[in-house]
Nanobody
Framework: QLVESGGGLVQPGGSLRLSCAIS????????IGWFRQAPGKEREGVSC????????DYSDSVKGRFTISRDNTKTTVFLQMTSLRPEDTAVYSC?????????????????????WGQGTQVTVSA
């Protein structure tokens, strides 16, 4: 199970930290991805964390502004978002793949994630 939290309303230029709480995966996970979907737009993969070796990936739209990380127990993955813009407004969700052959490669393509959280709303507005 994945449960997101930390969304809210923030002014342009502000920051938010999203959390993705992980439970119920007894054999561990290969990767966690963060995704967002704005009204009328397709879902976008914004970042991914390889839970085995800690490597990360970011979409060009958030590179340099967002940081993905995990806690030491590997039960929570964070998305630190800074310099937020109105175009960052979306529902943010975390997801993972239970396919043991998959890591972060391909996370931006449909079908990668097969376990999803419920999402958390992020609104960037003055």
């Amino acid at each position: 199970q994945l449960v997101e939290s930390g969304g809210g309303l923030v002014q342009p230029g502000g920051s938010l930290r999203l959390s993705c709480a992980i439970s119920g995966f007894t054999s561990g996970l290969n990767a966690i991805g963060w995704f967002r979907q704005a009204p009328g737009k397709e879902r976008e993969g914004v970042s991914c964390l390889n839970m085995r070796d800690g490597t990360t990936d970011y979409s060009d739209s958030v590179k340099g502004r967002f940081t993905i990380s995990r806690d030491n127990t590997k039960t929570t993955v964070f998305l630190q978002m800074t310099s937020l813009r109105p175009e960052d407004t979306a529902v943010y969700s975390c997801a993972t793949t239970t396919n043991t052959r998959y890591y972060c490669s391909g996370y931006r393509y449909p079908g990668w994630g097969d376990v999803w959280g419920q999402g958390t709303q992020v609104t960037v507005s003055a």
